[in-house]
């Protein structure tokens, strides 16, 4: 009894050391940046939050509308074509993001080839941030999807369903924990983006950004409430993500 009482024991330990290491940084974020929240350089924070929103909620958009499809396409391809899909979509995944920002700028730059002229604009803050969200959502997705059973999607076709109606009323809602998540995901990347848009865009900035210019200017006392801003802005819409994700699994 006592042998069993002392694992329990030192288990409890073990869960609780690892509790306080993972919650630290989030807990001094907090504290510090409550505590050190009147000092925000003025005129920082609204039109940093104002950027980040706006760039992140188009960002998501455009992933959401390109992606979707794009990993319902990817489900249903041959499982030898599969692995080379995988291979391509993870190459955005692989590459530092400051790599991404580069190769972005010498793409998007005003002597590229394209000659779209878009960095330090807001459609090149927003390009950085899907080439760093949209992976997640479209792996997500593309997992969501696979999951779905063939069987599902034959029986509804022999009742004489049109495909966009069976992928409208099987595949989606069966789907949408995944995809639920995968938003969350892109979101939370996009809107944390630094690597690529701080070589893309520095101008306009976006929280991130302009959070690190403040800490190179002012220092950590005035960075930290700005980083709490950064907290707050991203979580609400994750969090939702995931109590819907819960509710479209029961």
């Not at 009147?38 to 005129?43: C, K, L, Q, S, V």
């Not at 188009?58 to 509308?65: D, E, I, N, R, S």
């Not at 993001?97 to 459609?123: C, D, H, I, K, M």
């Not at 989606?172 to 979101?187: F, Q």
């Amino acid at each position: 009894m006592r042998s069993t009482a002392s694992a329990k024991a030192v288990r409890i330990a073990v869960l609780a050391g690892l509790g306080v290491l993972l919650l630290a940084p989030a807990l001094v974020l907090l504290v510090t940046g409550v505590r050190d929240w009147p000092r925000i350089p003025p005129g920082t924070a609204t039109p940093l939050s104002v950027t980040s929103l706006e760039a992140s909620g188009l960002a998501l958009l455009v992933t959401v509308a390109g992606g979707l499809p794009l990993a319902w396409v990817l489900s249903v391809l041959p499982r030898r074509l599969r692995f080379v899909a995988e291979g391509l979509l993870a190459v955005p995944l692989l590459l530092p993001p400051l790599v991404v920002g580069l190769t972005l700028a010498a793409l998007l730059g005003p002597e590229s080839l394209t000659r779209l002229a878009w960095t330090n604009t807001f459609a090149g803050l927003v390009t950085a941030e899907v080439y760093e969200a949209a992976p997640y959502f479209v792996f997500l997705a593309w997992t969501g999807f696979s999951a779905v059973p063939a069987l599902y999607r034959e029986v509804a076709l022999s009742l004489g369903w049109r495909p966009a109606r069976v992928f409208r009323k099987v595949i989606l809602p069966l789907a949408s924990p995944n995809l639920a998540v995968g938003a969350a995901m892109a979101w939370s990347r996009a809107i944390g983006a630094f690597g690529a848009p701080i070589v893309v865009s520095y101008h306009p900035q976006g929280l991130p950004v302009g959070l690190w210019v403040v800490l190179e200017e002012f220092g950590l006392t005035q960075a930290m409430p700005l980083a709490l801003l950064l907290v707050l802005v991203a979580l609400p819409l994750p969090l939702g993500a995931l109590v819907w994700s819960r509710y479209a699994q029961r």
